[in-house]
């Protein structure tokens, strides 16, 4: 069965701001990646499973995306009774560790 994908208000600015930050307006190979961080993203309709989960918070989930040095990190949760896919935060695998009050 299939679950929905929701984006949080947060991983929509985070998205935004990536959008920006990369170029994703003025190169076509930029914004072929970033579309191809969105459908990564939708993507875990079919297996959200298949993601591991993040070390501190046994609840999220965390996809990796992109190759070394430009590989972002999507967090998510899977809520099984409603059966839909809970994106929380897009960011950096570079970043600073995560902590739960990036979600906020």
Same mark, same amino acid.
């Given at each position: ?18 959008? !920006?930050?990369? @170029? ?17 993203? /939708?993507? /875990? !309709?079919?297996?959200? @499973? ?16 992109? !190759? ?8 998510? +949760?899977?809520?099984?009774? !409603? ?12 970043? +600073? ?8």
């Amino acid at each position: 069965m299939e679950y929905l994908v929701k984006i949080s208000p947060r991983a929509e600015r985070d998205l935004a701001h990536l959008f !920006q930050e990369i @170029n994703a307006d003025r190169c076509e190979a930029a914004f072929d990646w970033y579309w191809g961080l969105k459908e990564a993203i /939708l993507r /875990l !309709q079919e297996h959200p @499973n298949r993601c591991p989960v993040t070390r501190k918070k046994g609840e999220l989930r965390h996809l990796l995306f992109g !190759q070394r040095p430009h590989v972002y990190r999507v967090i998510f +949760r899977i809520l099984e009774k !409603q059966k839909y896919v809970d994106v929380l935060h897009v960011r950096h695998g570079a970043r +600073r560790k995560f902590k739960e009050s990036d979600l906020v």
